[in-house]
Each structure stands twice: as structure tokens, then as C-alpha cells.
């Protein structure tokens, strides 16, 4: 068993509310200076920054997990985490037809920039990453699950897409067991503001929209860098093991 920390939530200048600066090596170059080991990339509601982050993360020693952050149809967003771009590419293409055609106002929203490895620019997204799926969460779950992926509703404390603040609770028709709080809020005060966390795991995330937002939280202690280790090691299971770092990383 090895100790490993991690960011499992980061956007790229594909997602209209990051930072310029959100580029892979520029990404991969903060986490190298924070020892971060695991980085999931995450923008919304697309994959096609991922290869380019894991393209440019092959000299590092940092493992990219695929990822997105898809907003359903209930306006919640969740993180969905794959071992491999096959996985999240197959989950991708069943979801796809769902995302309203909706032309992105670069000037209100803000740019949504494809790259490569380099942070060079290859085109623009003219679809609006930041709208809801026609999906509900409980059937983007079983989608996420049929791909052999994780879903962890996001920032659930939030009031904009957050799943407690908008829709009061998790649905009982889907065996969610992991929950992400936001950067902001102190994991040994988060039962107080929101009891209903105690029926859950916990984690935490930098959410990074800039790279000092690429905070790396999470210390799992797991044999191998897959899904179904950091999800044991989330749950304490099979000697795996889960560390939050809040009180150690200066936020």
C-alpha cells in the first residue's frame, strides 16, 4: 500500500468559468509543486481537454484519472471518474445527445478553448458547456455505474448546483455513498450546517477554476491507482484508507 494525494476536481480553459492559465502544463506544473499524484480533469459537460492534460502529464509522475462534470437536468452537478478514456469516452457518446444545442456567448460566459498538450489552441467549443443535460441524476448514475465509473455529487453544499441547497436530499432510487463538500467548508463543521452528511463519505476538492485552486485535499492509501481503490479507500475498506488534509494545506 502506498499513500497518494490527490485533486479529483479540475477544470481546463475548456470550461467557460476557468482561468486562462488553466492549460495542461501549466496544470501539471502546479500539482508537480504541490506533490499531488492524482489529478482528475473535470471540465463541464466535455472530455475533450483530457488527453491533452494526460498527454502532457507523461513525463511527471502524476496519474490523470478522465473525468467530467455533468450538470443534470435537475441543475446538480456531479463529478464522474473513469479509468480509462475508452470508459469515459463510451459513457460520452451515450450522453452526448442529451446537452441542449445552445451556442456559447464567449462574451458573457466566457471563451471554451480546446488545446493540446502544449496549451496550444486547436479550435473553440461552440456548444455551452454550462447548461443542463436532458438527463436525470438517477439515470446519469446507472449510466456512470454501466461504464464502470464513479458519480460524487459536487460541492453539495452549495447553493448554485449544489444537491442539498436544490434538491434537499439524495435519491433513494440510487446507492450514492460519496459526497464532495467544497474548498471552503471545514469537514469537522460540515455535520453541524448539514446533518444529512453523516449517512455518507466525504470528500473535498479545490474545484480549481485557477491553478491555487489545485489543492489536493485527499490522501488515499490504496494498492494501485484505479476507481475501485480510491473508492475502498473512501470507505475505509480492504486496508485502503482516506485522509483529509483540510488542517494541513492552508486554503
Known amino acids: 500500500m ?7 476536481h479540475t477544470h481546463t480553459v475548456l470550461s467557460p468559468c476557468a482561468s486562462i492559465e488553466m492549460i495542461p502544463p501549466l496544470i501539471i506544473a502546479e ?38 462534470e455533468l450538470q443534470t437536468r435537475e441543475e446538480i452537478h456531479s463529478i464522474c471518474l473513469f479509468d480509462t478514456m475508452e470508459q ?14 445552445i451556442k456559447n456567448d464567449k462574451d458573457y460566459f466566457g471563451e471554451q478553448f480546446i488545446v493540446d498538450k502544449t496549451g496550444d489552441f486547436i479550435r473553440r467549443e461552440e456548444r455551452l458547456l454550462i447548461s ?20 460524487i455529487p459536487a460541492h453539495v453544499n452549495r447553493s448554485a448546483y449544489g444537491l442539498f441547497p436544490v ?30 452528511l453523516s449517512n455518507y463519505h466525504i470528500i473535498q476538492n479545490g474545484d480549481a477554476h485557477f491553478l491555487e485552486d489545485i489543492i489536493g485535499f485527499n490522501q488515499f492509501k490504496v494498492e494501485q491507482i484505479t476507481i475501485d481503490e480510491i473508492t475502498q479507500a473512501i470507505k475505509n475498506q480492504n486496508g485502503r484508507h482516506y485522509n483529509n488534509l483540510f488542517h494541513t494545506i492552508s486554503v
Not at 469515459?88 to 444545442?101: E, G, R
Not at 434537499?168 to 444529512?196: A, M, N, R, T
Open 2 to 8: 502506498k499513500n497518494y494525494r490527490a485533486e479529483l
Open 31 to 68: 500539482a508537480e509543486s504541490k506533490n499531488i499524484d492524482i489529478l482528475a480533469i473535470t471540465d463541464h459537460n466535455s472530455i475533450d481537454n483530457i488527453q491533452s492534460v494526460i498527454d502532457a502529464a507523461q513525463d511527471s509522475n502524476i496519474t490523470i484519472i478522465p473525468g467530467i
Open 88 to 101: 469515459i469516452s463510451a459513457f460520452y457518446k451515450h450522453i452526448l445527445p442529451t446537452f441542449p444545442d
Open 132 to 151: 443542463s443535460a436532458d438527463i436525470s441524476l438517477s439515470s446519469a448514475f446507472y449510466q456512470v455505474q454501466k461504464h464502470h465509473g464513479l458519480m
Open 167 to 196: 434538491l434537499g436530499f439524495v435519491p433513494e432510487d440510487i446507492q450514492i455513498e460519496i459526497l464532495e463538500i467544497s474548498k471552503h467548508l471545514d469537514p469537522y463543521d460540515d455535520i453541524d450546517q448539514f446533518p444529512q
